[in-house]
C-alpha cells in the first residue's frame, strides 16, 4: 500500500501570513498525481491543487504554490496571504493508479 | 449538477444492526469509492469499483460490502454493525485514469454505532 505522511497535525497561522504544510509520500509508480484537498467545518472535500508527477513545474492556484521534489518524495503546500477562510483541515494525496492515498490530515488555524 | 450525492448525512446505529449507505453519481463516471475518515487516520479505502457490476476490495474491507448494480450507484453496506465502524463514511467518483483529476466527492455520512 503505498503511504502518505504529513508531519504536522497542527499549525498555526496570522492572517496575512504564510503557512507550509508538509508532505512526503512513498510510491512505485512512475506516473502519478499528487493532491492537496481542504476540508472545511461543512466537511466538504475540496481539491485545492493538483500535480502531475512528470511535470517538473511546481503547480499553482492563486494564492495556494506547492514544492515538489520528485527525488525526496516531498510535496509541500504553501498558503499565502493566508486569510480566516483557510482555516481548515488539509489532506495530502497521492494516486496509485486510479485510487488516492491521503495523508492524516493538518489542522490549520488562522489567527485574526 | 447534483455531483455525487450520499443518504443518508446521520445515521445512529445499534450494535448488530444492518444498513445501507447509497451513492449517487449523475456524472457517468466509471469509478466509484467508499472511504472512510478517521480522526488522525486520514481516509482509509474501503472499497472501489471501475465500472458497472464490478467491485475490489481497498484498504479496510472488513466487515463492509459494497455492491454496484447501475453505473451511477454504488451502495456500502453493513450487515452487522460493530462500534469500530463509528466514522464519518465518504463516497467519491472519477471519470477515468487518463489525466487523473482526482475524486469529486459527496458530503459525507456520520455513522454512530452504539
Known amino acids: 500500500a503505498q503511504t502518505v505522511t504529513q508531519s504536522q497535525p497542527e499549525m498555526s497561522v496570522q492572517e496575512a501570513e504564510t503557512v507550509t504544510l508538509s508532505c512526503t509520500y512513498d510510491t512505485s509508480e512512475s506516473d502519478y498525481y499528487l493532491f492537496w484537498y481542504k476540508q472545511p467545518p461543512s466537511r466538504q472535500m475540496i481539491l485545492v491543487i493538483r500535480?502531475?508527477?512528470?511535470?517538473?513545474q511546481n503547480a499553482t492556484e492563486n494564492r495556494f504554490s506547492v514544492n515538489f521534489q520528485k527525488a525526496a518524495k516531498s510535496f509541500s503546500l504553501k498558503i499565502s496571504d493566508s486569510q480566516l477562510g483557510d482555516a481548515a483541515m488539509y489532506f495530502c494525496?497521492?494516486?496509485?493508479?486510479?485510487?488516492?492515498?491521503f495523508g492524516a490530515g493538518t489542522t490549520v488555524t488562522v489567527r485574526a | 449538477n447534483a455531483g455525487v450525492t450520499q443518504t443518508p448525512k446521520f445515521r445512529v446505529l445499534k450494535t448488530g444492526q444492518s444498513m445501507t449507505l447509497l451513492c449517487a453519481q449523475d456524472m457517468n463516471h466509471e469509478y466509484m469509492y467508499w472511504y472512510r475518515q478517521d480522526p488522525g487516520m486520514g481516509l482509509r479505502l474501503i472499497h472501489y469499483?471501475?465500472?458497472?457490476?464490478?467491485?475490489a476490495k481497498g484498504e479496510v474491507p472488513d466487515g463492509y460490502n459494497v455492491s454496484r448494480l447501475k453505473k451511477q450507484n454504488f451502495l456500502l453496506g453493513l450487515e452487522s454493525a460493530a462500534p469500530s465502524q463509528t466514522s464519518v463514511y465518504f463516497c467519491a467518483s472519477s471519470p477515468d485514469r487518463i489525466n487523473f483529476y482526482g475524486y469529486t466527492f459527496g458530503s459525507g455520512t456520520r455513522l454512530t454505532v452504539v
Open positions: 500535480q502531475e508527477a512528470y511535470k517538473q
Open positions: 469499483s471501475v465500472g458497472e457490476g464490478t467491485t
Open positions: 494525496a497521492s494516486s496509485n493508479d486510479y485510487k488516492l492515498s
